[in-house]
């Protein structure tokens, strides 16, 4: 595929049915993960705007810091540590609709309002997740969940 991306507005889910295809088309027949990694978090910030959209992967018990499109981050993070680190323990998807009430919380920038984690998951085992970090309240809902959970499925990891 060509590598312009095509941005779409007006409602979410329509920015993500259109962008579904083109991230499918960029990971395909490619096998390197941080290449796909890195494209993902690219057009993932390219069609949404947010503030910060990247990946941590598990490393000797650690999230480290992976691909990413923002300003710079803390680069470890341990299991259940801020919400990169609750959403790898629990093995769940994390909607904090407003950081600051959220305990624990890693603050890597203080423009970062609300936040979504999705686990990564291989073998049944957490092997990384993705964080998208907006900085506006209350930024992201079930739509952001279903979607994003689906666009890692791509992920051959
Ligand atoms: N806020 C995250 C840390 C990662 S940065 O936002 C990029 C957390 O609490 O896990």
């Not at 941590?56 to 923002?70: A, H, I, R, W």
């Amino acid at each position: 595929m060509s590598e312009d991306l095509s941005i779409v507005h007006g409602n979410k889910q329509g920015q993500y049915e259109n962008l579904l295809p083109q991230i499918k088309g960029l990971l395909d027949g490619e096998p390197d993960l941080i290449a796909n990694l890195a494209n993902m978090a690219a057009a993932l910030k390219e069609q949404f705007g947010w503030f910060w959209v990247g990946f941590y992967l598990v490393k000797n018990d650690e999230l480290v810091l992976g691909p990413f499109q923002g300003p710079v981050a803390c680069t470890r993070i341990k299991k259940g540590r801020g919400v990169c680190g609750s959403s790898w323990q629990d093995a769940k998807t994390l909607i904090v609709p407003d950081v600051e009430k959220f305990p624990g919380h890693i603050a890597c920038s203080s423009l970062s309002k609300s936040e979504i984690v999705i686990p990564l998951f291989k073998n049944n085992e957490v092997v990384g997740v993705l964080d998208v970090d907006s900085d506006i309240l209350n930024d992201f809902d079930e739509t952001d969940q279903e979607y994003l959970e689906k666009i890692v499925t791509l992920i051959n990891l």
